[in-house]
């Protein structure tokens, strides 16, 4: 999608993983080393480290371009390499290293301290009980839940990210399911990923196990947060197992500790759909009616982790969710959905500011699609399961003549048509 929206041929999937295959030619084959212009080997020089700079923070680890390629090579891994290489010699990203280091000093990425988190919550209940007439709790560090839910930072105070947190907290209200934040451990994001630093992936995910067992929770809920779900599926189960022997994976022996029932955390999704499914929620889809709605599939969802035993499940879910609690769902076009869906353009470390004119260009195929089931279908609402989408979408949706209130979380549409109480 960078190569398609910027025209810059480096930006092509082969060229960019070829700047490290040139490196590695130089130093690592014997033709490299005794006839490097004959193969392409470069020295890794200043010059050469600038221009990995530039193109692997051109790429939002999507993998799109693992799913096409004819070779099997996963761009994406190529540019964690790189960006671990760059790491380590002083070239880490300040975006996300600031990120982490909020993490760390305040336990989410935004920086958000204690006391405005609670303040948080106890307006959400407020707010929600003045729209439903019912006491839906919000609630912090409460030892013993059933559930202890970690989700994107996002959702405590943004448009339209906050939307979404208000639908779990009904979710949990209607099942009657005991659940709990945690102000050690608030944020499901973790930027160590996009930083190629497996080390920081580790500490900030370990945060999250300590909270749990802290709490004596039974088991782990990930919201809507694309990178945080692939890294609790497929990074958890062996990033304590660094340092440690490999003898303590993270998500499957931890869910062992908190309660066997259940094999691994889950997304929220995952949740919602099965309660649907066992009767346990009720909706009332015309209050959805203004809203016609189209799925962006996030691209750590799509094509790094799954939900449910069943494949697909990461495809159908939050499909069938949407159809729940909305009378009027349109796809878009074949090509550009499930697996094949294109990247919002702001993923993998590069929701920054200071790459916006990058960010915009790399969103023009998803906004091509977009304008597709727009105009078939009157589409004006489009659902993703994904705080970086949402961000995004809501910066550069404008930019492409759309409206940005357009973009929000399946379950910001849960949430408004849930049956909890008499709506006023």
Not at 167 to 184: C, E, M, N, P
Request: charged content about 20%; overall charge neutral; hydrophobic content about 40%.
């Amino acid at each position: 999608h960078y190569f398609l929206g910027t025209g810059d041929p480096k930006n092509m999937p082969v060229a960019r993983q070829d700047l490290m295959r040139a490196v590695y030619r130089r130093y690592f084959t014997f033709a490299g080393k005794h006839f490097p212009k004959l193969v392409g080997a470069v020295d890794m020089t200043k010059d050469v480290l600038d221009q990995w700079w530039t193109y692997y923070n051109q790429c939002s680890e999507c993998r799109r371009c693992s799913v096409f390629c004819p070779y099997g090579i996963d761009t994406a891994e190529i540019t964690m390499a790189a960006r671990e290489i760059m790491d380590s010699v002083g070239l880490g990203q300040k975006y996300s290293n600031e990120i982490i280091g909020k993490v760390h000093k305040i336990g989410n990425n935004l920086g958000l301290p204690g006391p405005a988190l609670t303040n948080t919550l106890e307006g959400l209940e407020e707010d929600v009980k003045d729209e439903c007439g019912v006491d839906v709790r919000y609630p912090l560090d409460v030892a013993g839940a059933e559930v202890l839910l970690v989700t994107p930072s996002a959702d405590f105070f943004a448009e339209p990210h906050i939307e979404s947190l208000i639908g779990y907290g009904k979710v949990f209200h209607a099942a009657g399911i005991s659940w709990t934040l945690s102000s050690k451990a608030s944020e499901a994001g973790n930027f160590g990923m996009f930083i190629g630093n497996y080390e920081q992936l580790r500490k900030i995910a370990l945060r999250i196990r300590e909270a749990a067992l802290e709490l004596g929770v039974k088991r782990i809920v990930v919201g809507e947060c694309g990178h945080a779900w692939r890294v609790a599926y497929s990074f958890w189960n062996t990033l304590v197992g660094i340092g440690a022997g490999g003898k303590d994976p993270f998500a499957i022996e931890l869910q062992q500790q908190l309660d066997p029932r259940y094999k691994q955390p889950m997304h929220i999704c995952e949740l919602t759909h099965d309660l649907i499914a066992r009767g346990a929620l009720a909706f009332d889809k015309e209050l959805n009616d203004d809203r016609i709605v189209t799925f962006h599939d996030s691209c750590n969802v799509a094509r790094a982790s799954r939900m449910g035993d069943a494949p697909g499940g990461q495809f159908t879910i939050p499909r069938d969710i949407l159809r729940a609690v909305a009378n009027r769902f349109h796809d878009m076009a074949p090509g550009t959905t499930h697996e094949a869906t294109f990247c919002c353009g702001g993923g993998g470390g590069l929701l920054t500011d200071d790459l916006l004119e990058l960010r915009v260009k790399g969103a023009l195929p998803r906004m091509e699609a977009l304008k597709q089931v727009v105009d078939a279908h009157g589409v004006n609402f489009m659902a993703t399961i994904c705080a970086i989408c949402k961000a995004q979408f809501t910066k550069v949706l404008p930019m492409y003549g759309f409206d940005m209130s357009m973009v929000g979380g399946v379950h910001q549409l849960v949430g408004r048509a849930i049956r909890i109480g008499q709506a006023k």
